[in-house]
């Protein structure tokens, strides 16, 4: 039977600006529960069940009807956790590849900052913001409740989770104070290395 991941790090390794608590309820209740009703979904289609849920969001058009919302909310939910985990990690320098990238085309970090602390803020109600390439131009996207860029043919370098399950127990309804701790915990080292898979096959093709 096949398992959630672990997180790949200690509950309380973004402390403070993640706290431990959060992150368990996030990862082994939320994240379980996207997991279980996921594998549930496509539990009578064994061509899904084969199959990775990123090539499974890739192409929706390709899911029966009756599972497609359960695919696009659970799938998505499992997918963009997954990915999200990733990205998270202390003290780690903005450098790299993808930093000249950025302050090519916002000029400084402070403006890319900006614009993504305000896109995440601009979130109605439950939703992620990303850094992605879309037809190879970095730019900044939301997504509304657990739909993921993967479908819209974008490739994610940097996620943030703005559901208030992500930060309530510790910024209640502060959700600026989470985003501006969320700087801190950004692992450049990993949203660089996305950014050089992309150009590393951009060369092969
Ligand atoms: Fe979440």
Request: overall charge neutral; aromatic content about 14%.
């Amino acid at each position: 039977m096949k398992q959630l991941e672990n997180l790949p790090y200690a509950y309380n390794a973004l402390e403070p600006y993640i706290d431990e608590q959060t992150m368990r309820l996030h990862h082994d209740k939320h994240h379980q529960t996207y997991f279980d009703k996921f594998l549930a979904a496509i539990e009578n289609y064994p061509e899904l069940k084969n199959e990775n849920v990123k090539e499974i969001l890739r192409h929706l058009n390709k899911i029966p009807s009756e599972i497609k919302t359960a695919v696009v909310n659970h799938g998505g939910g499992y997918y963009n956790h997954n990915f999200f985990w990733t990205i998270l990690k202390k003290d780690v320098k903005f450098e790299g590849e993808i930093s000249k990238e950025i302050l090519k085309k916002w000029g400084s970090f402070d403006k890319f900052k900006e614009e993504f602390k305000n896109n995440a803020l601009g979130v109605f109600g439950s939703g992620w913001t990303w850094l992605v390439l879309d037809k190879n131009e970095l730019k900044i996207v939301k997504t509304a409740n657990q739909d993921s860029v993967i479908s819209l043919n974008m490739i994610p370098l940097l996620t943030i989770d703005v559901w208030e399950h992500a930060y309530y127990l510790k910024y209640q309804n502060k959700r600026m104070d989470y985003v501006e701790a969320f700087f801190n915990v950004i692992n450049w080292k990993k949203v660089n290395e996305y950014y050089l898979e992309v150009r590393k096959n951009d060369k092969n093709k």
